[in-house]
């Protein structure tokens, strides 16, 4: 089966700082990744877009400057939340898009805490 | 299929019953839609999904049903298990390959009583 990772799979940090987090499709090449955010409770709501070589397509009210994604192969989207308030916790998640199943897969989320 | 709320709707179920969840979308667009089933602290695990041509689908354990008209689409899990207990959520797709997005309910939380 198609097998997307994260890392970290949990981080905490202080207000102020910037983190980092990495998704990997292990088994395949995905030219297209996505990343969600999920508070507490709630549901999935996409923040972004990741296209290998170019650059992301946010979606409205998501801040291109506070969440900056890489996607500089076609294994591995970074999303960095840079100085990351309280307000930035949260699970995220990312996608993996296959071309040949037509199929996201989706990371395990990583959840973040902002101190 | 908007996201709304900090409370998950909650559907209790007796170990061995079946369970029916339900989800309203909004996109008259949409001509392809999903299941999810997530466990506690972990990302979203396929189920089952449906093409806006068909109103049934049948998998192991579990059936789709998609009503257009309504825009209502049902999740049915046969001899509930206590494995079972996770937030589903229903997603409907729009666009295709790279351009595609995936929008997802507001979940409903299945609990199975053992």
């Known amino acids: 089966g198609a097998v997307v990772s994260q890392h970290p799979s949990r981080v905490i940090c202080k207000s102020g700082t910037s983190v980092k987090i990495e998704c990997r499709s292990l088994d395949f090449q995905a030219t297209t990744m996505f990343w969600y955010r999920q508070f507490p409770k709630q549901s999935l709501m996409l923040m972004a877009t990741?296209?290998?070589?170019?650059?992301?397509?946010?979606e409205q009210g998501v801040e291109k400057d506070k969440f900056l994604i890489n996607h500089a192969s076609l294994t591995l989207s970074t999303l960095t939340v840079t100085s990351a308030h309280p307000e930035d916790s949260s699970f995220y998640i990312c996608?993996?898009?296959?071309?040949?199943?037509?199929?996201?897969?989706f990371g395990p989320g990583t959840r973040l805490t902002v101190l | 299929g908007e996201s709304v709320g900090l409370h998950l709707p909650t559907l209790s179920v007796q170990e061995g019953d079946n369970s029916i969840i339900n989800c309203a979308y909004s996109n008259s667009a949409s001509d392809y839609f999903i299941w999810y089933k997530q466990e506690s602290g972990k990302g979203p695990q396929f189920i089952i999904d449906?093409?806006?041509?068909?109103d049934k689908r049948q998998g192991q354990r579990v059936t789709v049903l998609l009503n257009k008209t309504v825009k209502h689409l049902s999740l049915q899990i046969a001899a509930t298990q206590p494995g079972d207990s996770a937030v589903y959520f229903c997603a409907e797709k729009v666009g295709s390959g790279g351009y595609q997005k995936v929008t997802f309910g507001t979940g409903t939380k299945l609990q199975v009583i053992p």
């Open positions: 449906i093409r806006s041509n068909m």
């Open positions: 990741s296209n290998e070589g170019s650059k992301a397509t946010y």
């Open positions: 996608s993996a898009y296959r071309a040949n199943t037509d199929t996201q897969y």
